[in-house]
Nanobody, 127 residues
């Protein structure tokens, strides 16, 4: 069983950047497809981006494509999300997610299909 701990959230002005990290422990990190979801107040949790076990395949939500970049370092058991050109509508709690997967499979985009979640980190973008 893997434990996930996010960090790097905070308050930033529109147009700014943040880098989120997700540190994994208690499992074989490279055995999981990983990714990020987010949940804004009053809204359902939504898929942001996923990456396969060895980083070969990625999938971005249309709303963040071209602005966000996901990466992973299997040697450091860490997942990253570089967020640039942030917009007020990106304001949400961001959750790290993991699922046991085959080597080239991306993370599922449906929350119910995720195996493990982090506790979340708040990202607030002011206008």
């Amino acid at each position: 069983q893997v434990q996930l701990v996010e960090s790097g959230g905070g308050l930033v002005q529109a147009g700014g950047s943040l880098r989120l990290s997700c540190a994994a422990s208690g499992g074989t990190f490279s055995g999981y497809a990983m990714g990020w979801f987010r949940q804004a107040p009053g809204k359902e949790r939504e898929f942001v981006v996923g990456i396969s076990r060895f980083g070969r395949n990625t999938r971005y939500a249309d709303s963040v494509n071209g602005r966000f970049t996901i990466s992973r370092d299997n040697a450091k058991n860490t997942l990253y999300l570089q967020m640039n050109s942030l917009k007020p509508e990106d304001t949400a709690v961001y959750y790290c997610a993991a699922k046991v997967a085959s080597p080239y499979a991306r993370l599922p985009e449906i929350p119910n299909e995720i195996d493990y979640w982090g506790q979340g980190t708040q990202v607030t973008v002011s206008s």
